[in-house]
């Protein structure tokens, strides 16, 4: 009876997979799954065999105050033990809108166009290099389109053809991603809790692996801009939408570090994430003038830009309170899969990392290979089947989640909004994203194998 259920759970996944690339509501569907994966499993105990029960442990209950206590942790603990990551992302999210309201973020853009003059690849490589920095601070939807309204509009406005300005700024956002710790916290908590694994840290994972990423993304989408921009044609149709930025004041010389600081403070220090927002961000409102009205008015300034910010973040909030539900139902349906699945799924690192860059594109379309899709699931089956150490999970599943998902997805939010806002054909921005994305996946995957396989059995959960 457990290879039926079994083979149920896979056709259940791949109804996920159809689900998420068909765009629907993320949140919804990873309820539905939930509610599936809570009954067949624990339904199945009741026909599945003995051996197979107790070779099985997670799976042995005591009657109804044993399932009582399951669905206790699925539906009330799991998402209850998320609130550390969800007060991340709202901090992370204000100190973006601080940003953007001080003109902190804006100033750097176009301090780097005077720095690359009328050379579009010059530009290109500056825009595409200080891009990523912002975006190791800076996160969200708002935050992305409140630099693509500058960026997007320059590049075009040097005869960089719309389709190439589009790929290269959401490649360098997508290479700053990998080092944000809003992000990094984020991910982390699909493997494990910060208290079970204290020395996984943004730090370590930086100094491992995380800094080799983005420059591996960095650099793979600067040299195919610049690939694409010479076999192009030049166009600068956008050329009148620039200007008067000259006329936009300019924020301080002396506060356009202040992006990097909650970054460098949690590498060097370890200080924590949230405290080096508050203080960068109340630095950067102070030190840009943005603070010499009474308290009151400074009171509600701030209150209006974390209701910004919050809002910028309110779709991913709300799929990160159903996605623990689903993490923890994952380990009561893997023993099922690992039936199914156990003989086929790799054991080996060097598999696992050939085999995931051969199928990068089914990080595509919220498929099963990148975590804001249902990479959950095959990450639930994969750590069930074989042991792999965390850190080198993680940059497997970063991989498609941040470089495809994030870089290249048209179903990503702020993806979708570029292609508006450019008037670029979704097609004519795969053609440009997809090669992108096998050149850096690639490379980023030899990394991790280089870097993290073979840690000690500290790594192991």
Not at 105 to 124: F, M, N, Q
Not at 201 to 207: A, K
Not at 378 to 396: E, H, I
């Amino acid at each position: 009876m457990e290879y039926i259920i079994g083979i149920i759970l896979l056709f259940t996944f791949f109804g996920l997979a159809y689900y998420c690339i068909k765009g629907h509501n993320l949140m919804i569907g990873f309820l539905i799954i939930t509610l599936i994966w809570t009954i067949l499993p624990l339904g199945g105990t009741l026909f599945a065999s003995q051996a197979f029960l107790e070779s099985n442990p997670v799976l042995q209950f005591e009657g109804a105050k044993g399932l009582v206590g399951i669905l206790n942790k699925i539906y009330q603990s799991a998402p209850e033990g998320w609130g550390t990551t969800l007060v991340n992302v709202c901090w992370g999210a204000w100190f973006g809108r601080v940003l953007m309201e001080t003109g902190i973020a804006s100033t750097l853009i176009r301090k780097t166009v005077e720095l690359g003059g009328d050379k579009p690849l010059v530009t290109i490589t500056l825009l595409n290099i200080v891009t990523a920095v912002i975006f190791t601070a800076m996160t969200g939807a708002g935050p992305v389109i409140a630099i693509g309204v500058i960026v997007l509009p320059i590049l075009m406005s040097l005869g960089v053809p719309k389709a190439i300005a589009m790929f290269s700024f959401m490649g360098s956002v997508a290479a700053g991603i990998y080092l944000n710790p809003v992000n990094f916290a984020q991910y982390r908590a699909f493997f494990i809790q910060p208290d079970q694994m204290p020395d996984f840290t943004l730090g370590w994972y930086v100094s491992h692996w995380g800094l080799a990423a983005l420059l591996i993304m960095l650099v793979a989408t600067t040299v195919l801009s610049a690939v694409y921009l010479k076999s192009s044609k030049t166009s600068h149709a956008w050329a009148a939408q620039t200007r008067g930025t000259a006329d936009q004041k300019n924020a301080p010389f002396y506060t356009l570090i202040l992006p990097i600081v909650p970054v460098i403070l949690k590498i060097w220090l370890d200080f924590s994430v949230i405290g080096g927002f508050v203080i960068a961000g109340f630095a950067a409102l102070f030190l840009c003038g943005k603070m010499k009205g009474t308290f009151k008015e400074n009171c509600q300034l701030v209150n209006k830009l974390y209701y910004d910010g919050v809002v910028d973040t309110a779709p991913l909030v709300g799929f990160l309170l159903t996605l623990p539900m689903f993490n923890t139902v994952a380990s009561y349906a893997s023993p099922y899969f690992k039936v199914v699945l156990g003989g086929i799924m790799p054991r080996s690192e060097l598999v696992v990392c050939i085999a995931f860059a051969a199928l990068l594109f089914m990080g595509l379309f919220r498929g099963p290979m990148t975590l804001v899709g249902c990479g959950a699931a095959t990450l639930g089956v994969l750590s069930n089947v074989a042991s792999f150490s965390v850190p080198f999970l993680y940059a497997v599943f970063a991989i498609p989640t941040i470089m495809v998902n994030i870089g290249c997805c048209i179903t990503q939010s702020w993806v979708a909004w570029g292609l508006a806002y450019t008037k670029v054909d979704s097609k004519d921005f795969l053609k440009l994203s997809i090669p992108n994305a096998y050149l850096t996946g690639v490379l980023q995957y030899a990394a991790a194998f280089i870097m993290l396989a073979g840690l000690g059995a500290e790594w192991f959960i």
